[in-house]
C-alpha cells in the first residue's frame, strides 16, 4: 500500500513531483499508457502515474509479479493500452506466453490455452534487491504454514468447549509472530503492530524504515520498468519522479539511525511518504 503518495501528494514531502519529459505527442502516448493502468479515470499526469505505480505493486504483492499484455487502442494506432492478464498457469516457453485455461472455463474460451507472442507482453516482477519473484512466493507460501488464530485441532477443540492439553495457546501466538518476522525480514513488515509487545522500540522503528527502503526500491523498480517500456514502444518520453526519499537515501538513514546519529522522531520524516 501507498507505493507512491496517496492521492498524488505528500504531507511531509511537499516537493514531491511527478513529470512526464518529451515532445507533447508522446508524452501524450505515455500518459494514455499510464491512464490504463490506473483504477480511476484522471487527467492529471502527478495522480495518473501514482495510480498506475500502485496498481502495479498491487498486483506484484498479491502473485509476485504484475503481467499486462499490450494493445493498440482501436481508435488511434499509434496510443497503446495495457490490460491486466492473470499470472495464474501462465507460463513462458520459447519465445512466447502459454496460458493454461481451467475446465471451468472451457465454456467461455473455447479453447485448452491461449498463446501469446512475449514482445505483445509486459512483465514486472519482484526486483532482485526484494528476492526476486521466486523469493517472494516463498515468502506468501510459507505464509500460509501457520494460522494467526491457532492450529486446526486448537480451533476445533475450542468449537466442541473442549480444552486442549499440553496446548499454550499465547505460546503460539509469539512463535507464529517470531516466524512471521523472520521470513518477511527482507521488507521489514510488521503486520501493521506498532504495539511493541513482543520487540523493542529500536527494533520497530528498524523494522519500519526497513519496510519504508522496500518500498522505495519496488516504486523505482516499477518506475525503471515503464521507462523501458516507453523505449521500446518507441514512445519517446521518460517519466522522472522527485521530491520523496530515495531507496538509497533511506538505506543511509537506517544506518545513522544504527549509529544512533538520528533520532526516533526524525526517522518517521525522512522515510515516510
Known sequence: ????????????????????????????????LCGSLAQYERRDVIKVVCDAVDQVALHIGWHGRAVHEIVRDAEDKTIW????????????????????????????FKKRFIVVQKSNIWEVSVP???GG??????????????KHLGPEFWRIDLEKGIQTKNFNFQDYVLN????????TRSWGW?????????????????KIISFRW?????REHIITELNKLLSRLQIQAKILVSG???????????????????????????TSL
Open 1 to 32: 500500500l501507498a507505493i507512491m503518495p496517496i492521492g498524488g501528494t505528500s504531507q511531509r514531502h511537499p516537493k514531491f513531483n511527478v513529470v512526464i519529459e518529451g515532445n507533447n505527442s508522446d508524452c501524450k502516448r505515455a500518459l494514455a
Open 81 to 108: 493500452h495495457l490490460e491486466s492478464v492473470t499470472p495464474k498457469n501462465l507460463y513462458w516457453i520459447s519465445g512466447y506466453y502459454v496460458q493454461i485455461i481451467p475446465k471451468k472455463d472451457y465454456q467461455y
Open 128 to 130: 532482485a534487491a526484494l
Open 133 to 146: 519473484s521466486a523469493g517472494y512466493k516463498k515468502i506468501l507460501s510459507g505464509l500460509k504454514r501457520f
Open 176 to 183: 507464529t509472530e517470531i516466524y512471521y518476522t523472520k521470513i
Open 190 to 206: 510488521n503486520r501493521r503492530d506498532y504495539s511493541q509487545r513482543n520487540c523493542t522500540e529500536f527494533f520497530t522503528f528498524y
Open 214 to 218: 522496500a518500498q522505495a526500491v519496488l
Open 244 to 270: 520523496i526519499p530515495t531507496a538509497d537515501e533511506i538505506l543511509k538513514v537506517r544506518k545513522e539511525f544504527t549509529e544512533g546519529k538520528v533520532n526516533f522522531d526524525k526517522v518517521l520524516d525522512l
